[in-house]
C-alpha cells in the first residue's frame, strides 16, 4: 500500500487485483516523505527485463494489505478524510483461480501429480486433476478482499480502479492526483494455464461458493461469472 503525503492519496492494496504491479509503477513517483510498503517473493516482483522496480520507503508498522479499519486506526483523521482514497476490484471467479494459482507456487499439495501408472503409459489430465484440486480449495479456507475497502460493509475509498479495465483506470487515478499516466510493468505472471478461461475452473458448487463470500464485490459492482 501507499500512503501518499506528496500527492495526497492512499492506495489501498487489495489481493490479486494486479495491486503489486501499480504499487511499483506509482512508487516511482513518491517523495520521501512518503510511505511504501515493502514486498517479498522477490524473483516474482521483478519485470520483463528480472529487474528489481519497486521502490519502498517509511513503511514501518504500515504492511502490503493492511484493511482500510487499520489504515484509518495508524492515521492523522485529516489524512484519512482528505487524502484521495482508491483501490482495485476483480472479477471474484477470476480472482479466486489467480489466487490459487498463486498459493499452489509454494505449496505441493496444490499442483498436480503424475503417479506410477501415468508414467507407464496412462494418459494424464493435468488440467482435470488441476481444477479437481482448485475445486477442493475453493472450498477452504480464503480470504476476500472486503476488508481492503469496506467498513462496517460500506465502501470507504473515492474510487474502485476494475481490474478488468486496468490500463484506462489507472490513468484516471494519475490524473486525479496529479502525476504523469504510468506503464504497469507485468509481475507475478505466468503461474496459470494458459489454455483455459477461469470458468472451466469452476462447477456448480465451486462457482456458488465464491458468489457466496463474494457477495459484497457482486452487489458493489455487478461482477458476474463469464464476464470477461
Not at 520507503?57 to 502490503?64: A, I, R, T
Amino acid at each position: 500500500m501507499i500512503i501518499s503525503h506528496t500527492h495526497k492519496y492512499i492506495f489501498l492494496k487489495s489481493l490479486k487485483t494486479a495491486g503489486t504491479s501499480v504499487e511499483a509503477a506509482l512508487s516511482k513517483h513518491c517523495g520521501a516523505n512518503d510511505m511504501v510498503t515493502p514486498l517479498g517473493d522477490y524473483w516474482f516482483n521483478r519485470d520483463e527485463r528480472g529487474e528489481w522496480i519497486h521502490s519502498a520507503m517509511n513503511s514501518e508498522g504500515f504492511y502490503q494489505h493492511d484493511s482500510a479499519v487499520d489504515v484509518k486506526r495508524k492515521v492523522d483523521p485529516e489524512v484519512w478524510e482528505t487524502y484521495f482514497k482508491f483501490s482495485i476490484a476483480r472479477n471474484p471467479w477470476d480472482r479466486v483461480v489467480s489466487l490459487f494459482s498463486w498459493e499452489a507456487r509454494n505449496r505441493p499439495e496444490l499442483k498436480p501429480v503424475r503417479k506410477l501408472h501415468h508414467k507407464l503409459g496412462v494418459a494424464f489430465d493435468e488440467f482435470a486433476e488441476t481444477a479437481r484440486l482448485f475445486r477442493a480449495f475453493v472450498a477452504g479456507e480464503w480470504s476476500t478482499n472486503d476488508h481492503i475497502y469496506l467498513i462496517d460493509g460500506r465502501l470507504c475509498v473515492d474510487y474502485v480502479i476494475r481490474y478488468e479495465a486496468l490500463s484506462d483506470d489507472i490513468g484516471e487515478v494519475c490524473r486525479r492526483v496529479g502525476i504523469p499516466s504510468v506503464d504497469l510493468p507485468r509481475l507475478k505472471a505466468g503461474l496459470r494455464q494458459k489454455d483455459h478461461p477461469y470458468t472451466d475452473y469452476y462447477d456448480e458448487a465451486s462457482r456458488a461458493t465464491v458468489a457466496q463470500r463474494h457477495h459484497r464485490d457482486i452487489e458493489l459492482f455487478g461482477y458476474r461469472c463469464g464476464d470477461a
